[in-house]
């Protein structure tokens, strides 16, 4: 059995999520700057077809790490969580591309901040 218990605190969590969100957002700018669109040819068809491919080394990985720790406050962990969280946005977002259920802008860039559109008037769950 686990139990849970509410602790009365006086921490400012407001700053460390906007803090989070802002590495967060900065990381999957970082990754998305490094998309290579390559051209691919459809079989049996004249059309071609652009399929993504980002850096995923752990060379690249670790100069994330690095350049984001230098002026972090908090616990280094999080820092690695918002990287591998950045890491399965993108992975998510490429693959769902590959089976044509996005676009090349589904993730547009507003106000500093990555965001996905959906289409209006749909039912989403």
Known sequence: M?????????LNIKAFLYAYLAI???VIKD??????WKEWRIPGKKQKRL???YRKDNAFKRALRDKYLKDWEYAAHWVDSAL?????IMRSWRKNYNRGRRNQGCMALS???RKIRRPP????K
Request: glycine share 6%.
């Open 84 to 88: 591998k969280t950045a890491f399965s």
């Open 24 to 26: 967060l957002n900065a």
């Open 121 to 124: 008037r749909r039912i989403y």
């Open 51 to 53: 399929f993504p491919n």
């Open 2 to 10: 686990l139990k849970t218990f509410s602790l009365r605190h006086n």
């Open 111 to 113: 106000g500093g901040d």
């Open 31 to 36: 990754i998305w700057s490094t998309i290579e």
